[in-house]
């Protein structure tokens, strides 16, 4: 059964095809090294061939106000592609990927709209408008792992630590948690859109809301739920002294927790 991670709205969207969480240890084990020849590929196909078929599909967008169909198929298996690999990596999929980027040909997979119309003037600004997405992409990718026109800058991102604490769960138990799978498949998904926007498959800006993704609303039985009823507005004054009007809060929080602490200590001792 496919889960959608996203809304239909999005021109890149992201599938969790196969929701197995078995991982193979031995694979796990030597993942980074089995990926080698992926990294290469990625590594060849981005700088050799994305680059100036990106440069010619900008050109053409801005002639003739969509991108070329062919070049939009090239772009979009590269995508595809990298989802696969950093999906591969990160053990967000435990099956090794082709070198392709085939739809439909991995646990993980994206579907990514065809070629249509898009704004002249977004497109022509288009490297300055995904800054603030490229950097949201790179605080939730980190270690360089995004691969597809967004290489992170730092080690730490979400994806980087959440496939680090994974890599000792599945080497140890064999099995992937599935909070790790569904934040893993969101930063994923998350860069996907960022690179279909860079790279004019698209002018549909990057929609980073976590509320619309559906690992972010399934409902489990678990003893402590988080439920968000927010309706987004802030007030600007508020906002602007959020940090002096925090410290009380920081010093109750200390304090209380020094108070759970002995609770803690006094009902083990018990």
Request: hydrophobic share 50%.
């Amino acid at each position: 059964m496919d889960s959608e991670i996203g809304a239909s709205a999005r021109a890149v969207r992201l599938h969790v095809r196969d929701p197995d969480l078995k991982r193979t240890r031995l694979s796990v084990g030597f993942r980074l090294i089995l990926a080698i020849p992926h990294f290469i590929w990625l590594f060849g196909w981005f700088f050799l061939a994305v680059v100036p078929v990106t440069i010619a599909n900008w050109i053409a967008t801005l002639i003739q106000g969509s991108p070329a169909p062919m070049l939009h198929r090239f772009v979009a298996s590269y995508v595809r592609y990298a989802v696969h690999v950093v999906a591969y990596v990160s053990l967000a999929a435990d099956p090794y990927p082709g070198f392709a980027g085939r739809a439909g040909s991995y646990p993980i997979d994206v579907d990514i709209d065809p070629p249509g119309r898009q704004n002249r003037w977004i497109t022509g600004f288009r490297l300055f408008l995904a800054i603030p997405a490229i950097l949201l992409a790179d605080a939730m990718l980190g270690a360089g792992t995004s691969g597809s026109g967004g290489y992170a800058t730092q080690a730490g991102g979400v994806l980087a630590t959440v496939a680090f604490f994974a890599y000792f769960v599945c080497v140890i138990r064999g099995e992937m948690p599935e909070g790790f799978r569904d934040a893993l498949a969101y930063t994923i998904g998350y860069s996907a859109q960022v690179s279909g926007y860079l790279l004019l498959l698209t002018d549909r800006y990057a929609n980073s809301d976590p509320s619309v993704y559906e690992s972010a609303n399934v409902f489990r039985e678990d003893p402590i739920r988080l439920e968000v009823d927010d309706d987004l507005h802030r007030s600007r004054l508020t906002t602007f002294f959020r940090v002096p009007l925090f410290f009380p809060h920081l010093l109750w929080l200390i304090l209380w927790g020094v108070a759970v602490f002995f609770a803690l200590m006094a009902s083990v001792t018990t």
